[in-house]
């Protein structure tokens, strides 16, 4: 098994630009988690999808955050517009259960940097 | 308060030894707790899980919780250089959502 699948794994991008960020979970898991992590803040939970529908995202920072989840094998999260703070290494993972213990899977993360 | 406190360290041991990571928790209610290994550069992988109050062991690794005190550890024996890493531990805040601790850098030092 490939893991759970992140791509870019680094993005560089100027303020005000958009970025996109992408995942691909584990085939037949049925949650999908997006994470950010900072040095301050550790690592948050953004928002997280049930059977491709969005459940929580309650930890979305802002409107310029969105997360789709078009399908089972893919999610995207986007920024637009970004800004430095937004600087962070954010992950996905997946898991396949009903209840919260079951193993959650990260991916590699994308490190993103805003100038 | 955050609802999941962790020292952030770093912590720096000779090999063999036993390493001792804490976190202390603020909701009585929480009763699933995690630790997760970060190797550098990687995702988060899930070490073990503890159920309630009790111990849990898993070779060299053994976590403990005291619900009475709100307080997490996790032990490992025989401490080795491949044991590098930040470690998290965790706890589930409802059905799904994780809430991290700020993690632990642990150097272990041949």
């Known amino acids: 098994d490939a893991g759970v699948i992140q791509s870019p794994r680094h993005e560089v991008t100027e303020m005000g630009q958009e970025v996109t960020l992408r995942c691909k979970p584990i085939?037949?898991?049925?949650?999908l988690f997006w994470y950010r992590q900072t040095m301050m803040r550790g690592l948050e939970l953004l928002i997280y999808?049930?059977?491709?529908?969005?459940?929580?995202d309650s930890g979305m920072p802002e409107d310029r955050f969105s997360a789709k989840m078009p399908n089972a094998s893919f999610s995207t999260l986007k920024i637009q517009p970004s800004e430095p703070r937004d600087s962070a290494v954010y992950f996905c993972?997946?898991?396949?259960?009903?209840?919260?213990?079951?193993?959650?899977?990260f991916g590699p993360g994308t490190r993103l940097t805003v100038l | 308060q955050k609802e999941v406190e962790q020292d952030p360290g770093p912590l720096s041991v000779p090999e063999g030894a036993i390493v001792s990571l804490n976190c202390t928790y603020s909701?009585?209610?929480?009763?699933?707790f995690m630790w997760y290994r970060q190797y550098s550069r990687k995702g988060p992988e899930l070490l073990m899980y503890t159920y309630s109050s009790g111990n849990k062991e898993d070779g060299r690794f053994t976590a403990q919780v005291d619900k009475s005190s709100k307080y997490i550890s996790l032990f490992i024996r025989d401490s080795q250089p491949s044991d590098s890493a930040t470690y998290l531990c965790a706890t589930l805040r409802g059905a799904q959502k994780l809430v991290f601790g700020q993690g632990t850098r642990l150097t272990i030092n041949p």
């Open positions: 999808f049930n059977n491709n529908v969005p459940i929580d």
């Open positions: 993972a997946s898991s396949n259960g009903g209840a919260g213990r079951d193993t959650q899977y």
């Open positions: 085939s037949g898991h049925d949650y």
């Open positions: 909701n009585s209610a929480f009763q699933y």
